[in-house]
Nanobody, 124 residues
Framework: QVQLVESGGGLVQAGGSLRLSCAASGHTFSALGMGWFRQAPGKEREFVAAISWNGGTKSHTDSVKGRFTISRDNGKNSLYLQMNSLKPEDTAVYYC?????????????????WGQGTQVSVSS
């Protein structure tokens, strides 16, 4: 069983930055493929970014490319999402997710474990 706890969300003005963190426990973190997803009010959950077990493969959805960067520290059992140049449309609850396969995947159904989410709000 994998436990995931997100932190780092908050309220920020457009153009600002936030860094989300996800602390993992209960499994060998370096064996997990990891991802970030988000869900805005009234919308479906959508893929944001994913990373393979060793960070060698990363994927970001088009709307965040050049602004967001996913990373991980296997020594700290932690996943990160650096978010720069935030826009109001980035407002959502952000979820950390883990899959027991080691690759990066943009598909939510391939992730077995989810955190509770952290709210990111961007004001204009």
């Amino acid at each position: 069983q994998v436990q995931l706890v997100e932190s780092g969300g908050g309220l920020v003005q457009a153009g600002g930055s936030l860094r989300l963190s996800c602390a993992a426990s209960g499994h060998t973190f370096s064996a997990l493929g990891m991802g970030w997803f988000r869900q805005a009010p009234g919308k479906e959950r959508e893929f944001v970014a994913a990373i393979s077990w060793n960070g060698g493969t990363k994927s970001h959805t088009d709307s965040v490319k050049g602004r967001f960067t996913i990373s991980r520290d296997n020594g700290k059992n932690s996943l990160y999402l650096q978010m720069n140049s935030l826009k109001p449309e980035d407002t959502a609850v952000y979820y950390c997710a883990a899959r027991t396969l080691s690759g990066a995947s943009p598909f939510a159904y391939e992730y077995s474990y989810w955190g509770q989410g952290t709210q990111v709000s961007v004001s204009s």
